[in-house]
């Protein structure tokens, strides 16, 4: 067998098994259970409102939560920095500072090493109130 075959054997061998080799790859895989949330209708408040979103590693290896990033400072996000095993349950907990009146929509990118999804974006929504101001009568002399 002279070299040039060799390396076309080679070769062949290296792209054929390729495909095989992706099958049996193991990787991680991240499902939400939700991916909005909505407050609804919030009273403005010194103090933040918060909502869990629950996911699940679906795939076949570790699932590690690499960053968790809100688009502003009023929303703040907590989460393990412990890998999720494969078909395990993980949580990223989002506080949300309700100082400003009206309409909100906030968008946390969580970033892992899930291969179907390594960036997702989630999202709270809800508007925000003032607190009722109550009319009790006269008041007394």
């Known amino acids: 067998m002279n070299m040039k075959c060799l390396a076309n054997l080679i ?16 990787c991680a895989k991240i499902q ?10 919030i009273i403005i408040d010194a103090n933040s409102y918060s909502c869990i979103f629950y996911f699940t590693n679906t795939g076949s290896a570790p699932l590690f939560i690499n960053d968790v990033l809100s688009s502003c400072g009023c929303t703040v996000a907590e989460w393990s920095t412990n890998p999720i095993m494969p078909e395990k349950k993980g949580s990223i907990t989002v506080k949300y500072n309700a ?11 969580v ?18 109130k003032e607190m009722a101001q109550h009319n009790y009568g006269m008041p007394m002399q």
């Open 11 to 26: 070769i062949l061998i290296m792209v054929t098994s390729l495909p095989v080799y992706g099958q049996y790859k193991s």
């Open 32 to 41: 939400f259970q939700e991916e909005v949330h909505d407050f609804d209708t």
């Open 99 to 109: 100082a400003q009146l009206g309409s909100f929509v906030k968008t946390i990118l």
């Open 111 to 128: 970033k892992s090493n899930a291969n179907n999804n390594p960036k997702v974006a989630l999202q709270i929504k809800g508007y925000v």
